[in-house]
């Protein structure tokens, strides 16, 4: 009986225990997909070559201690003459992968545990849905193709038929000595039928797809409620003329048609006319002008002391975001020293680097003003940041900036919209490559509190520092 209860426990155990390793297990995974999807989806996808190769079975290939050191700094095993770092590296055309030194060894192991994961995840089996006529998907398919040749044929045949009905009908009028069929009356006619479809369709296609707009859900910045403001002005004067030179343009088509009895009356010129469509014209494009100047410079050329600063970094596919420590202070940068030390190239000895923050998500503070820097490392993107109202082009050595304060967090929009999964997001808006595309970047808008925490959370660039700063700063 104490063998069986002795038996009984140690069962027990190794039962809690096998269950508390498939938990962490499963955690590690969850978060490396996490990591994985904000560091390196840019990138790298697990079954498909994108910029590098793909990832699948790299573990089967690498040792773990020796993709943890290829994932912290290629370039630093490179340059040790590690063979087998030299042999990828020139495998992929010595394109710099990014240095990920921010990234803890539990979390690049995370990473690996996921890769693993999807890489011997089984293939999704096929399985054959049933239609409602009782027909299979597969058989589905193959009714649809020859239905489809047959929808083809039959416009074929219509647009010969129609073809030769009209041929017919002016030999008949050749015989006859005058035609059967009007062309004038025809065309006019067809012109107000192209405008009441052309119109009608537009105005269709502005009633069901103008709510999947940003502008339907409203700005999330404070300069933003002016910037639609413009828009919608703009717009609705360009409308309006839109609307109103087609309708015109298609009625004098129409009414005006020849009947072969009137002469066109040819009207040279008339400089009172001309005035007054090049005067109005000229005075709503320099209001419109004016005031966009005057937006532009307050929003790109306001100062406000209490701005916190930020920079973000672009390359070939993804974003960095760095943000200044409690002096508000970035530290320097120098381009030379891109992937040598860090991703960012920020210079390590400047003391204003030391309590740094260095990310893949850009985390804003609600109400709070935002001054961003931007620096590319390789060719020209742009940062579009839609729902702000946000958009600047990011040039290797030509930094540029945006300020701006964000007035809606994510879960307030969230709610508004009713849409618990949204969030903001950061967009390329220049084809920058094959993968661009593939390049965005989280935008999380925190209330006061939650950024704090947040931000407390974040581990400084040169943490061993940080310290001695304060006390040369003190």
Not at 154 to 173: C, H, P, Y
């Amino acid at each position: 009986m104490k063998i069986l209860n002795m038996l009984t426990k140690i069962t027990f155990v190794i039962a809690v225990l096998c269950s508390f390793g498939l938990n962490l297990s499963a955690q590690s995974v969850d978060e490396g997909k996490t990591l994985f999807n904000a560091n390196c989806t840019a990138c790298h996808a697990i079954k498909d070559k994108v910029v590098g190769p793909a990832l699948k079975d790299v573990h089967k290939r690498r040792e773990e201690a020796w993709l943890i050191k290829w994932i912290k700094n290629s370039q630093a095993l490179v340059k040790s003459g590690d063979p087998i770092a030299v042999q990828v590296y020139k495998e992929n055309n010595e394109v710099l992968m990014t240095a990920f030194e921010t990234l803890s060894e539990t979390q690049i192991k995370s990473i690996l545990a996921y890769v693993k994961a999807e890489s011997e995840a089984p293939a999704a089996a096929a399985v054959a849905t049933v239609a409602p006529t009782g027909t299979t998907n597969a058989e589905s398919t193959d009714l649809e193709t020859p239905v489809n040749w047959l929808l083809v044929v039959i416009t074929i045949l219509l647009v010969l038929i129609i073809s030769q009905v009209f041929k017919i009908l002016a030999r008949i009028g050749d015989i006859q000595g005058k035609p059967v069929v009007n062309w004038n009356t025809l065309n006019a006619a067809l012109m107000m039928g192209f405008l009441v479809i052309g119109l009608g369709a537009a105005f269709w296609e502005f009633y069901v797809h103008g709510k999947l707009t940003v502008f339907s859900q409203g700005p999330a910045s404070e300069h933003g409620v002016e910037y639609d403001s413009m828009f919608m002005i703009t717009f609705g004067l360009t409308g309006i003329v839109f609307v109103i030179t087609q309708i015109l343009l298609f009625w004098y088509g129409f009414k005006y048609k020849s009947d072969g009895k009137r002469k066109a009356l040819y009207y040279p010129d008339n400089h009172k006319i001309e005035m007054w469509w090049t005067i109005v014209p000229a005075i709503v494009l320099t209001i419109l002008v004016i005031r966009g100047l005057i937006t532009w410079n307050h929003m790109m050329y306001h100062k406000d002391e209490k701005a916190r600063k930020m920079e973000i970094f672009a390359y070939q596919f993804g974003w960095n975001v760095r943000y200044a420590g409690a002096d508000n202070k970035l530290g320097a940068h120098n381009f030379r020293e891109v992937g040598k030390m860090n991703a960012l190239g920020i210079d390590t000895n400047d003391v204003n680097s030391y309590d740094d923050v260095v990310t893949s998500e850009l985390h804003l503070e609600v109400n709070q003003p935002i001054d961003i820097a931007f620096r590319a490392k390789d060719v020209i993107h742009s940062a579009l940041m839609p729902h702000f109202r946000v958009q600047m082009n990011v040039v290797p050595g030509l930094p540029t900036k945006f300020s701006f304060k964000p007035t809606v967090t994510t879960a307030e929009m969230r709610s508004k919209l009713g849409k618990p999964e949204f969030d903001y997001v950061l967009l390329c808006n220049k084809i920058c490559g094959s993968a661009h595309y593939r390049m965005k970047m989280l935008i999380v808008v925190d209330t006061k509190e939650d950024y704090e925490k947040w931000m407390k959370s974040q581990a400084a660039l040169v943490p061993s520092k940080v310290a001695n700063k304060t006390v040369a700063l003190n």
